[in-house]
């Protein structure tokens, strides 16, 4: 069966919006993972690919999750956009939108180093990988896969070293590129090279992979402390999309009206 999100990503740009899958999508995409329940998007910051987005979702009557408008306003603020909607045969799906994604400042960058996987235009890998250093355990799976396809098997120590999550791939990543090891300055990688315990070096992989999950974990309570009486209007809001049957281009004008407030939200 055809990958849904990919048919949509397609749709987008052949509206003429500039977007890149990202997060799961994108490792089905890589080959690393065989379903995503969900469709992640960077957008460009841009009026006209806000707007065509916006147009093609319209017309699977899709409905705004809580989220912000997508326009460039709200997204500059690296907040993201959330819809959904069902397809005919049933299926449910859920699209993010964001235009600045966590952990990867360099936007342009990204832009620059995007990749065609599959059928669809992805990020890059290494940005791929920034991406799912999430609060969620499982995407550190994924990041481990991604390095060892595009580090260990293809040949790039420094994604190798830097990205693996297992003791035997880094182990087998330190033999091989010895002089980039000592250059590396990850303490899994440093323990390796001091022969330490193989004990020693699968702690210091999970209390790396805990430390990023704070981090994303204080990133997320930062941001949902700020939504405060938002969220609570933006039900009602939905409710009487509901009731009504609003079609996504007057939900689109009320959210805007009523999402001022986010417009105090840090980056």
Not at 91 to 113: A, G, I, K, N, Q
Request: net charge neutral.
């Amino acid at each position: 069966m055809e990958n849904p999100y990919f048919s949509l990503h397609q749709e987008f740009r052949k509206a003429g919006a500039e977007v890149l899958l990202s997060s799961g999508q994108a490792c089905v995409a890589f080959g690393i993972a065989t379903f995503s329940k969900d469709g992640d998007w960077i957008v460009r910051e841009n009026a006209r690919s806000c707007a065509a987005v916006l147009a093609v979702l319209g017309t699977h009557d899709a409905m705004y999750r809580l989220g912000v408008p997508l326009h460039p306003d709200w997204l500059c603020r690296g907040l993201t956009s959330h819809f959904e909607f069902a397809l005919p045969n049933g299926f449910r799906m859920r699209t993010d939108f964001c235009s600045r994604p966590p952990r990867v400042p360099d936007v342009e960058h990204l832009w620059s180093c995007a990749v065609r996987a599959d059928t669809v235009e992805v990020v890059d890998v290494e940005s791929l990988i920034k991406l799912k250093q999430t609060r969620r355990l499982r995407d550190y799976a994924m990041i481990g896969a991604l390095a060892e396809a595009a580090g260990l098997d293809g040949n790039v120590p420094d994604l190798a070293l830097r990205y693996l999550q297992d003791y035997p791939g880094l182990e087998q990543a330190v033999r091989r590129w010895p002089a980039a090891a000592a250059a590396c300055e990850r303490e899994a990688v440093r323990l390796l090279l001091a022969s330490a315990p193989r004990a020693a070096v699968v702690a210091a992989l999970a209390v790396e992979q805990d430390g990023r999950m704070q981090e994303d974990e204080a990133r997320l309570a930062a941001v949902q402390a700020q939504f405060g009486d938002y969220a609570r209007q933006f039900a009602k809001l939905r409710a009487g999309w509901r009731q009504a049957g609003t079609p996504l281009a007057e939900q689109h004008r009320q959210l805007k009206r009523d999402a001022q407030a986010l417009r105090r939200v840090p980056t």
